[in-house]
């Protein structure tokens, strides 16, 4: 007879550092499994994460028998109550996020039951997710292409999580599509051409200023706050997300491959194409030392992917030529910086104007992430 499933909060310093690293056990010897670094993961599940001064969260761990540290650890979930979500939405949803579990049904049923629990309490009425912790984060579960490693920012996981959710009774509320494209040696000529005209209109374009890289994400935000708020799971960003994400973002920043469009002083278009930083981190293997640190500059040099996060033109600015300048700018930063493919993700199934663009451009869908959702 086997030991029952203890699913117990996270209340200590050492549970929270078990929450962290137990990813690390559970992916071991998986060599496309890409940890970001367990210092960085510590400061982002700290109050410093101004996330958590808006939301309610709460990390759990499951044990196989008495909770005995990494020992009988099998698995991991946090409940999420985003403040910002209920009073955008008014849906009554809440969200589960950062799950990890072994390939036990019992495991994964014990650790969703008790966010279910809090967001009843709470008087909400839907479970969403995975979102960790927000759509502004990584969210959803791979679906499909477990063959090829996760870039930046994007999720990981084994082909059985899918299998949980849906032993789960969990329904699929919204599946998210990633395209690869690589990039070629000349771009097309419609891109130049659609660049022209939005110059004629007096738009211009510029990389993003790291010496005031706080007062361009502000212009950001302000132009995403604006572009996106339609679009399905979108809750507004504040300037102390985007301070934030900035510092954690400065390091790997190309700002040649960062692109502003321009009108006057009116930001009107943003382009945000990241470099590939999980190609360094599989090799630091979350830790940072000596060695780490060493294998991180050599290997920095030698990046060649990168992930198309951010890409917005302002309402009023739109076919007019400004995405094809944001391209045509950063194309000279991938060139400059030998980028030989760059992941467009995410996007939503059902936005098939941009799904149509992408393929104009050579892309492929290559990965898809599916969020799920069951009544609490």
């Excluded at 590939?276 to 599989?282: I, T």
């Amino acid at each position: 007879m086997s030991e029952p499933i203890i699913v117990a909060a996270v209340t200590t310093p050492k549970e929270l550092s078990l929450f962290v690293k137990l990813p690390l056990l559970l992916y071991a010897g998986d060599p496309l499994y890409s940890p970001q670094l367990t210092k960085d993961l510590k400061h982002h599940f700290s109050n410093e994460n101004p996330f958590l001064g808006f939301s309610t969260v709460k990390y759990y761990l499951a044990f196989r028998g008495k909770p005995n540290g990494e020992k009988n650890c099998v698995g991991r979930v946090a409940s999420i109550i985003n403040r910002r979500h209920l009073e955008f939405h008014n849906d009554g949803v809440g969200f589960f996020g950062f799950f990890e579990c072994v390939n036990d049904a019992a495991v994964a049923a014990s650790l969703l039951d008790a966010v279910r629990g809090d967001l009843r309490q709470a008087g909400l009425t839907i479970m969403r997710g995975p979102m960790s912790f927000s759509t502004n984060e990584e969210c959803g579960f791979l679906l499909d292409g477990f063959n090829l490693p996760p870039m930046i920012m994007t999720p990981y996981n084994p082909p059985y999580y899918n299998d949980l959710m849906r032993s789960y009774a969990m329904d699929k509320v919204k599946d998210l599509y990633a395209y690869i494209v690589d990039v070629p040696e000349v771009m097309p000529e419609k891109v130049y051409r659609a660049a022209v005209i939005a110059e004629r209109r007096g738009i211009t374009v510029r990389n993003i200023s790291m010496n005031d890289l706080t007062g361009d994400l502000m212009k950001f935000k302000d132009l995403y706050n604006a572009a996106w708020k339609a679009n399905w799971g979108f809750v507004p960003m504040t300037g102390e997300e985007i301070v934030y994400t900035g510092k954690q973002m400065q390091q790997i920043i190309y700002p040649e491959t960062v692109a502003i469009a321009e009108y006057g002083s009116e930001t009107v278009g943003f382009l945000g194409l990241i470099p590939d930083a999980n190609f360094v981190l599989r090799a630091m293997g979350g830790k940072m030392n000596p060695i780490t640190i060493a294998k991180a500059l050599y290997l920095s040099k030698k990046i060649r992917d990168a992930r198309l996060m951010l890409l917005g033109t302002k309402a009023g600015f739109r076919n007019k030529g400004v995405d094809g300048l944001l391209f045509r700018e950063a194309f000279k930063g991938c060139k400059k910086h030998k980028i030989q493919r760059v992941e467009f993700s995410w996007i939503l199934e059902d936005n098939l104007p941009v799904q149509a663009l992408i393929r104009m451009i050579g892309g492929t869908l290559y990965k898809t992430y599916r969020i799920y959702e069951i009544a609490v």
